[in-house]
């Protein structure tokens, strides 16, 4: 029966940081409980809190995403998106965090003049925000913001397009997606579109991704991979076999059959032919069932 914590912290980003120092809060005391199977927690969509000291004034800290560590799915965040952001995680014998993000939404400003959206790194495995910027590049360039730490991209002059790192701080970490907390950016897998005039703030996260074997339908043998982004619960991400990165689209068997065919270009006559083979099994078993379903769905019409 493994111990479950729930915690509420609270990231202050940096264009609202008073004095300039960094800030993580705990905004209430954390939980901890034994839970057998699924455990279950909510968060308000709003906290109001005064900070940075009991005498400022009342601001608002707004829910961002959750962080979970330590589940039978392994490290992972989630938006849930509906009012009390419930979420459900998977146990097993293991502890596990839940952590409940919250951004603080009162005061600051980035002081030039100038709208900007702000972009944040944050490490799902050691569950914390860390400084480095998560920006890769930003099309056009001249709208990236080199002046202080790179994590700002101006936004008056046009639209533009903010391309993440694959990795921050840590080689083993990989993207897993963005989150545009405030503004109207738009994410799409690594890359967030950012509309002009948009003064808004987005979270980049990163962790170690959890390995995953490829099952070929109806038999055959497991390909071996590694899952990168949202693609094993139905978001966008993509699959490293063989060192190689292949971007999918939500999870879709044949695009993931596909990518794991390409891949094997780089193995070995014997290796590649035999991944090669059982990728193409696994299209043609798996464009079967989807023509029966489709055969059977038009039947009943």
């Not at 915690?7 to 901890?32: E, H, K, N, T, W």
């Not at 339908?217 to 076999?241: C, F, H, L, R, W």
């Amino acid at each position: 029966m493994p111990d479950v914590t729930t915690q509420y912290r609270m990231f202050v980003p940096r264009r609202r940081r008073i004095g300039g120092g960094g800030a993580a809060i705990d905004l209430v005391p954390a939980s901890v409980n034994f839970v057998t199977g699924d455990a279950h927690a909510t968060a308000p969509d709003t906290i109001d809190l005064h900070y940075p000291n009991p005498g400022s004034p009342n601001a608002p800290a707004n829910f961002a995403f959750w962080s979970v560590v330590g589940s039978s799915d392994g490290e992972y965040t989630s938006r849930p998106g509906t009012p009390g952001n419930p979420v459900t995680v998977h146990t097993d014998g293991n502890p596990v965090t839940m952590t409940a993000w919250y951004i603080f939404a009162g005061g600051g400003g980035n002081g030039n003049g100038r709208t900007e959206l702000e972009t944040d790194a944050f490490l799902v495995d050691q569950n914390q925000f860390v400084e480095p910027t998560p920006i890769a590049s930003v099309a056009p360039a001249a709208n990236w913001d080199h002046t202080d730490v790179d994590e700002f991209v101006f936004t008056d002059v046009a639209a533009c397009q903010v391309t993440a790192l694959d990795s921050v701080v840590d080689a083993a970490e990989h993207f897993e997606t963005w989150y545009a907390l405030e503004g109207a950016s738009t994410p799409a897998g690594d890359v967030l579109d950012v509309p002009q005039g948009d003064n808004g703030i987005a979270v980049a996260t990163y962790r170690v991704p959890p390995p995953v074997n490829f099952k070929p339908p109806k038999g055959g043998a497991e390909i071996g991979g590694t899952i990168v982004g949202g693609v094993a619960v139905d978001g966008s991400g993509g699959i490293i076999v063989n060192g190689h990165y292949h971007p999918i689209g939500p999870w879709d068997p044949f695009l993931a059959a596909l990518s794991v065919y390409e891949s094997a270009k780089g193995l070995r006559t014997k290796d590649r032919t035999r991944i090669q083979v059982e990728a193409m099994n696994a299209i043609a078993n798996t464009a079967k069932q989807v023509q029966k379903q489709i055969e059977a769905g038009a039947g009943e019409g």
